[in-house]
């Protein structure tokens, strides 16, 4: 089954204290991104990769990093969580930019 | 970049009436336009697209339409059922040409009052 995944779906974690989501995928897509949405922000893009080692910065990508060392795969690295990270999160791969985007389930994060 | 704005924020109809949700963008190089379905506690689903080439698209009880001329695009729901009740959003590439990705309007709440 074509798939993204997300892991883990929930997290509760305090200040300061280095976290990795891991996202992953199945349907050899070149393209991957990160989003958080937030209640009345919609989906706001975090950082983006067009392919293996080429990751890019979205529109607000203050506070965490990424890596792409394998196509499957695509963490997302907050190395010191703050409260205002509180959001969920959602993973998403397509094969280019401008086709069908297929979305994780999604990681509920809580910085307390 | 590209600014897509998404009207309205919450929309209820009646079972069986039809919704418009409405988005426009700000890139006149855009030529891709999706819309996504996001039910509770799942991630966002495509659910159709257009691209500039064409005007209207139809899919059973969904259709979407694009006016290039005033940058706006609409999704339309026909005979709305219970299951359509979830968050909608449209998006458009950012920067036009779509290398950077999409850029999402902030999201409709459709309810379906039974």
């Known amino acids: 089954e074509a798939q993204v995944t997300q892991n883990p779906r929930y997290l509760i974690t305090v200040t300061g204290k280095k976290l990795t989501v891991t996202c992953s995928q199945n349907m050899n897509h070149e393209y991957m991104s990160w989003y958080r949405q937030d209640p009345g922000l919609g989906l706001r893009q975090i950082y983006y990769s067009m392919n293996v080692e080429v990751t890019d910065k979205g529109d607000v990508p203050e506070g965490y990093k990424v890596s792409r060392k394998e196509k499957r795969n695509f963490p997302l690295i907050l190395e010191s969580p703050s409260p205002n990270q509180t959001s969920l999160y959602f993973c998403?791969?397509?094969?280019?930019?401008?086709?069908?985007?297929?979305f994780g389930q999604g990681t509920r994060l809580t910085v307390v | 970049g590209e600014n897509v704005e998404q009207h309205p924020s919450t929309l209820s109809v009646q079972e069986g009436d039809s919704a418009v949700i409405k988005c426009t963008y700000s890139d006149s190089a855009s030529n891709y336009f999706p819309w996504y379905k996001q039910e509770l506690g799942k991630g966002p689903q495509l659910i159709i697209d257009i691209r500039s080439n064409v005007g209207e698209k139809k899919d059973q009880r969904i259709a979407v339409t694009l006016n290039k001329t005033a940058k706006h695009f609409s999704l339309h729901i026909t005979e709305t059922q219970p299951e359509d009740s979830a968050v909608y959003f449209c998006a458009a590439p950012v920067g036009g040409g779509g290398a950077d990705g999409l850029t999402f309007g902030k999201g409709t709440h459709l309810i379906i009052q039974p």
């Open positions: 998403a791969s397509s094969l280019m930019t401008e086709t069908e985007a297929f």
